[in-house]
């Protein structure tokens, strides 16, 4: 099974800062990570996807990086609705496994 | 729109039995696969199990391969997920998810299982 570690467990930022967020896996999985987004009460939302396009609908602030085992998701200027949980996700292999979440607060 | 509306959820006691429903619309729900996701009360995401678009490929994660069954009736645009010898770790909301095999592109709201005595 392969290990998603992201970091750090909690970003604590200003409205209009960068932030960084890191997602490490155990072994490559080429460009096969996604990044989703999950508000609190709500279902999780897909951002990114093959590491680096962004899904549908999903504003041009959010960029994805990274390939083989160290990815990135860069959020350039924190709005007040991006204060959420980000999970990443590998799919290229079985079982599909998710990171612990990195929760990006005020 | 795509729109993912779970069902089936509820109480039960360990050792019993439910059957999740999820009804899809928006998109041609034959020719995607399909997925189930879980979360349990204060944790983080986890891949429960996948269905190929025709039923003909099932994938499932190893805490509940033998226990979980997947499947899909394409004439009626739902995914199924048939939970049985359920666990108080199966404790979770549990969302469907329109997937391929691959990421999770639309999900629904979540229907909450509780296993306790």
């Known amino acids: 099974e392969i290990v998603m570690t992201q970091s750090p467990a909690t970003l604590s930022v200003s409205p209009g800062e960068r932030a960084t967020l890191s997602c490490r896996a155990s072994?490559?999985?080429?460009?096969?990570l996604a990044w989703y987004q999950q508000k609190p009460g709500q279902a999780p939302s897909l951002l990114i996807y093959?590491?680096?396009t962004r899904a549908t609908g999903i504003p041009a602030r959010f960029s994805g990086s990274g390939s083989g085992t160290e990815f990135t998701l860069t959020i350039s200027s924190l709005q007040s609705e991006d204060f959420a949980v980000y999970y990443c996700?590998?799919?290229?292999?079985?079982?599909?496994?998710f990171g612990q979440g990195t929760t990006v607060e005020i | 729109e795509v729109q993912l509306l779970e069902s089936g959820g509820g109480s039960v006691q360990p050792g019993g039995s439910l059957r999740l429903s999820c009804a899809a619309s928006?998109?041609?729900?034959?020719?995607?696969?399909m997925s189930w996701v879980r979360q349990a009360p204060g944790k983080g995401l986890e891949w429960v199990s996948t269905?190929?678009?025709?039923?003909?490929?099932?994938f499932y994660a190893d805490s509940v391969k033998g226990r979980f069954t997947i499947s899909r009736d394409n004439s009626k645009n739902t995914l199924y997920l048939q939970m049985n010898s359920l666990r108080v770790e199966d404790t979770a909301v549990y969302y469907c998810?329109?997937?391929?095999?691959?990421?999770?592109?639309?999900w629904g709201q979540g229907t909450r299982v509780t296993v306790s005595s």
């Open positions: 998810a329109k997937s391929g095999p691959f990421y999770f592109e639309y």
């Open positions: 269905i190929s678009n025709s039923g003909d490929s099932t």
């Open positions: 093959g590491a680096s």
């Open positions: 072994q490559s999985v080429s460009s096969d």
């Open positions: 928006g998109f041609t729900f034959s020719t995607y696969g």
């Open positions: 996700q590998q799919y290229n292999n079985w079982p599909r496994t």
